[in-house]
T-cell receptor, first 113, second 114 residues
Framework: AQSVSQHNHHVILSEAASLELGCNYS??????LFWYVQYPGQHLQLLLK??????LVKGIKGFEAEFIKSKFSFNLRKPSVQWSDTAEYFC???????????FGTGTRLKVLA | GAGVSQSPSNKVTEKGKDVELRCDPI?????LYWYRQSLGQGLEFLIY????????KSGLPSDRFSAERTGGSVSTLTIQRTQQEDSAVYLC????????????FGPGTRLTVT
């Protein structure tokens, strides 16, 4: 079955540290990939998405993600986190020909000021 | 309104009772999705609508769950004979079209079955 794995469930960083959150998907065909973020008390919102083309995707607030097809990965990165990045981050995949999003279990990031 | 709205925001119900959860998508969005988020779990896809039809109902956990959408707008998720394992946050999202378009999420309905 198709699945999305986020191996880091909780991450704690100090401000200015670099961030990388892992995301792996299991599907051999064409896939669209997304990262969503949920800030405390707010709705889920889109950070960035990959459809095709350049595997390095830039999103809002300085986030980026790299699609590595050979590793079935779509890791989220930010060179220098801020306290305001404290949130829960969800990776999601949409396989070609379906409208059924598969979400990972999420990673809770806490950034210490 | 500008975003997706859901009501009620919180619902506490007794085991065995029926509940209805409502979603108002962004005006003009043809696609509407329902998800369930249980403690420690990711977002579990339940159902999506394209207009008023639901081509994919495969995510509904049991026949106690049903959903409808009328007028291409408001959607209602109904859970009959609620069980404690139904306790979760139910999220609704809409997008301009189904497929690889950004989904806009509502605030969710937190359902607690006692």
């Amino acid at each position: 079955a198709q699945s999305v794995s986020q191996h880091n469930h909780h991450v704690i960083l100090s401000e200015a540290a670099s961030l990388e959150l892992g995301c792996n998907y299991s599907y051999g065909g064409t896939v669209n990939l997304f990262w969503y973020v949920q800030y405390p008390g707010q709705h889920l919102q889109l950070l960035l998405k990959y459809f095709s083309g350049d595997p390095l995707v830039k999103g809002i607030k300085g986030f980026e993600a790299e699609f590595i097809k050979s590793k079935f990965s779509f890791n989220l990165r930010k060179p220098s986190v801020q306290w305001s990045d404290t949130a829960e981050y969800f990776c999601a995949a949409l396989t070609s020909g379906t409208y059924k999003y598969i979400f990972g279990t999420g990673t809770r990031l806490k950034v210490l000021a | 309104g500008a975003g997706v709205s859901q009501s009620p925001s919180n619902k506490v119900t007794e085991k065995g009772k029926d509940v209805e959860l409502r979603c108002d998508p962004i005006s003009g969005h043809t696609a509407l999705y329902w998800y369930r988020q249980s403690l420690g779990q990711g977002l579990e896809f339940l159902i999506y609508f394209q207009g008023n039809s639901a081509p994919d109902k495969s995510g509904l956990p049991s026949d106690r769950f049903s959903a409808e959408r009328t007028g291409g707008s408001v959607s209602t998720l109904t859970i009959q004979r609620t069980q404690q394992e139904d306790s979760a946050v139910y999220l609704c999202a809409s997008s301009i079209y189904p497929g690889a378009y950004e989904q806009y999420f509502g605030p969710g309905t937190r359902l607690t079955v006692t």
